[in-house]
């Protein structure tokens, strides 16, 4: 198959295949004496593995971690399962950062509404007030 019929098929751009096969989530491609890259029909699965664990929130470098311990073989769902807890917990992480962030904007809106126009980290006040 040529990059773009992978792409197609994989439902990406043909820049993310290329991207891909340099961050090592794809395996090098043979080329054609043309200089074409030829894929075989692993890779579209391999892109659709790659762009699912993308949406579990895995980072690229954990995809090609993980895809890695897979071709390495002997994966299994008890020696990977570290893998999704470390996104959890750093879905867990960025959740309690987005809430307290969302805790102050809505002081911010409150006070605003009140008459008080702070805004920031520390709430100062740009000195204006609404009459």
Do not use: N
């Given at each position: 198959?040529?990059?773009?019929?992978?792409?197609?098929?994989?439902?990406?751009?043909?820049?993310?295949?290329?991207?891909?096969?340099?961050r090592g989530v794809?395996?090098?491609?043979?080329?054609?004496?043309?200089?074409?890259?030829?894929?075989?029909?692993?890779?579209?699965?391999?892109?659709?593995?790659?762009?699912?664990?993308?949406?579990?929130?895995?980072?690229?470098?954990?995809?090609?971690?993980?895809?890695?311990?897979?071709?390495?073989?002997?994966?299994?769902?008890?020696?990977?399962?570290?893998?999704?807890?470390?996104?959890?917990?750093?879905?867990?992480?960025?959740?309690?950062?987005?809430?307290?962030?969302?805790?102050?904007?809505?002081?911010?809106?409150?006070?605003?509404?009140?008459?008080?126009?702070?805004?920031?980290?520390?709430?100062?006040?740009?000195?204006?007030?609404?009459?």
């Amino acid at each position: 198959m040529r990059i773009g019929q992978v792409a197609a098929e994989a439902g990406v751009s043909v820049d993310t295949v290329r991207f891909y096969e340099r961050r090592g989530v794809l395996p090098a491609a043979e080329r054609r004496p043309s200089g074409y890259r030829v894929f075989d029909a692993t890779a579209v699965e391999r892109i659709r593995f790659a762009k699912g664990l993308q949406e579990l929130g895995f980072t690229l470098d954990e995809v090609a971690d993980a895809l890695a311990a897979h071709d390495a073989g002997g994966a299994t769902c008890d020696s990977e399962r570290w893998r999704l807890e470390a996104v959890v917990e750093r879905i867990d992480a960025r959740m309690a950062e987005l809430a307290a962030v969302r805790r102050a904007a809505a002081r911010s809106l409150r006070d605003c509404r009140a008459g008080h126009c702070r805004l920031g980290p520390d709430r100062s006040s740009l000195g204006t007030r609404r009459t």
